[in-house]
């Protein structure tokens, strides 16, 4: 099978702005399905509302578009009646975070065989621009004209903290090493948590002084900080400076899970 024979052909091109990086993170995920070998027919991709989630749609298994923030309810419904599926999500920060927040933490807590890649641009890119709970500190967007006031999420710190069993993050920049942790989260027996930092140059670049895509990815390269070194820096006393982020895999354990694999 081909990589692209995971794709559905009658619904391409896709619909994603120009320099959107979602494009990039849904080819990562169907190359990784694609290496494993994974059985179309017993795989679903299952996404809600946003951006992020008109990813399901392109994919030429079984996939599910549903409401706003409940992906991963009806994710958890498709494991339950077929554990022996692999079942994966597709969200956005927003989606994730905000209405989806408690699905978010109740689904890791159950630690359901589930992986979910999170598209994380950092706003709500298709309703208007309005921050999410993961626009960084001052930011400005439709709703935060003179800049945002609340700290953001740390999306993969409360995967961890919830009992997800594997946790990652990496960006749009680094396509071998985020192919290579989807493919990890899905060969991992419990929820996979993988968050995807990535450019929205439409609905956030556009409003930050960062109208090139170019400068977006140049910042999401600059800012983040491979785990090894930030375990460095710390143990030497040296704190993560404002802005920056830890790439890598940050989380594997095997704690017990509900559902499929275990």
Request: aromatic share 6%.
């Amino acid at each position: 099978m081909t990589l692209e024979e995971w794709y559905r052909q009658d619904r391409l091109p896709h619909i994603y702005c120009a320099g959107c990086g979602n494009g990039t993170i849904l080819n990562c995920t169907l190359r990784a399905t694609n290496e494993l070998g994974l059985d179309r027919n017993k795989t679903t991709f299952v996404s809600g509302i946003g951006c992020s989630s008109r990813a399901s749609g392109y994919t030429s298994s079984d996939s599910l578009h549903t409401t706003h923030g409940r992906a991963l309810p009806f994710a958890t419904g498709v494991k339950m009646v077929k554990p022996d599926h692999d079942v994966i999500v597709f969200t956005g920060d927003g989606d994730l975070s905000a209405i989806g927040g408690n699905h978010f933490i109740h689904a890791c807590r159950r630690n359901i065989d589930l992986t979910v890649v999170c598209m994380n641009n950092t706003i709500y890119g298709m309703t208007g621009g309005q921050g999410s709970p993961c626009t960084p500190y001052g930011a400005i967007s439709t709703t935060t004209p003179y800049g945002m006031r609340e700290m953001p999420f740390d999306l993969c710190a409360v995967a961890e903290a919830a009992g997800a069993n594997y946790v990652a993050r990496w960006t749009s920049y680094h396509v071998k090493e985020l192919t290579l942790a989807i493919r990890a989260g899905i060969e991992t027996p419990g929820l996979s948590f993988i968050e995807v930092m990535t450019q929205c140059p439409t609905s956030f670049g556009s409003k930050n002084k960062m109208r090139q895509v170019s400068q977006m990815v140049d910042v999401l390269r600059a800012n983040s900080i491979l785990k090894d070194k930030a375990d460095r820096n710390k143990a030497a006393g040296i704190p993560l400076e404002p802005g920056k982020f830890i790439v890598g895999e940050l989380v594997r354990r095997n704690n017990p899970v509900l559902g499929g694999r275990s």
